[in-house]
């Protein structure tokens, strides 16, 4: 009898303990963002291409995370999935269409050393620091964050978009970056 209180008890601490690493109970910050990209990695692959990658952070459910994603771009489909609580589902099947000579490829991106989930969860943290300390905004919470890849595939051009808002609702304020990480504007 005492060996199975010690499991049920095993059991509990287990499941309590991973649902703290949970992905939809990760902090808006570099780090939590760095393990988002983690389990979108493990699900899709290092060498997955994206056109949209986008965390969106519900109150009552955390955070939901929502690609467009391929394995093989040459194939011209890509698939729209959203990360809600833990679980993959796929929504829909894109197919798409590239001007004749170029590549799918080349309207892509990856998740590697150049555009990433870090980066976005520091400039998420960057955003609520100066939000805070311009118009006085007390713990301001994610909205959503994402990356901004322009249509024409020039890599160069790749935004980092951070929306906030007070923590009781309200206005929200848009933060916009360069791939390197350089504030552009706040919008209103």
Known sequence: MKVLKFIAIIAVFISLVSCGNSTSKQAANKEGFAAIEKKV?????????YTDVTITHNKSIGNIIGVTVTSAPESLKMGQWNHIQDNWKQNSEISLEVPQGNKAADFMFQLNDDINLSKLGELVEKSSTKLTAEKGIEN?????????????????????????????????????????????????
Not at 41 to 49: D, I, L, M, R
């Open 41 to 49: 990695k493990s699900e899709f692959g290092n060498n997955a291409y």
């Open 140 to 188: 301001p919470v994610l909205n959503m964050a994402y990356i901004k890849f322009p249509k024409n595939g020039d890599v160069t051009k790749t935004e980092y978009v951070v929306m906030l808002n007070p923590e009781k609702g309200g206005t929200t304020f848009t933060f916009r970056y360069k791939l390197n990480g350089d504030f552009i504007e706040t919008d209103y």
